[in-house]
């Protein structure tokens, strides 16, 4: 199965920043967005940025301001700058594409742990 290559989680202290990597396969066509998605302990999996093949970026209330997303379109690679981390960003990061079908891929997440 097809999967998605995340990196740069670890444990920061509150305040710190972490900048966390994703690379998508070649054999990935026609991507049309590419997302993070995060899930803390025992909570539900969400939705923290995604951007779109035009360029459009949506953050998650609870982000804004201090993570930012980019991409590189030639690598399929996007990035997450995470700033000003809090405790509450503590959770498995995960990565997402979607392709011109609808067809979503994942990959396996990184860690991400805030705590003094």
């Known amino acids: 199965q097809v999967q998605l290559v995340e990196s740069g989680g670890g444990l920061v202290q509150p305040g710190g920043s972490l900048r966390l990597s994703c690379a998508a396969p070649v054999n990935i066509f026609s991507i049309i967005a590419m997302g993070w998605y995060r899930q803390p302990p025992g909570k539900a999996r969400e939705q923290v940025a995604d951007?779109?093949?035009?360029?459009?970026?949506n953050y998650v209330d609870s982000v804004k301001g201090r993570f930012s997303m980019s991409r590189a379109n030639a690598k399929n690679e996007v990035y997450l700058q995470m700033n000003n981390l809090k405790p509450e960003d503590t959770a498995v990061y995960y990565c997402?594409?979607?392709?011109?079908?609808?067809?979503?891929?994942w990959g396996k997440g990184t860690q991400v742990t805030v705590s003094s």
């Open positions: 951007i779109t093949s035009g360029g459009n970026i």
């Open positions: 997402n594409a979607r392709d011109i079908s609808g067809a979503n891929f």
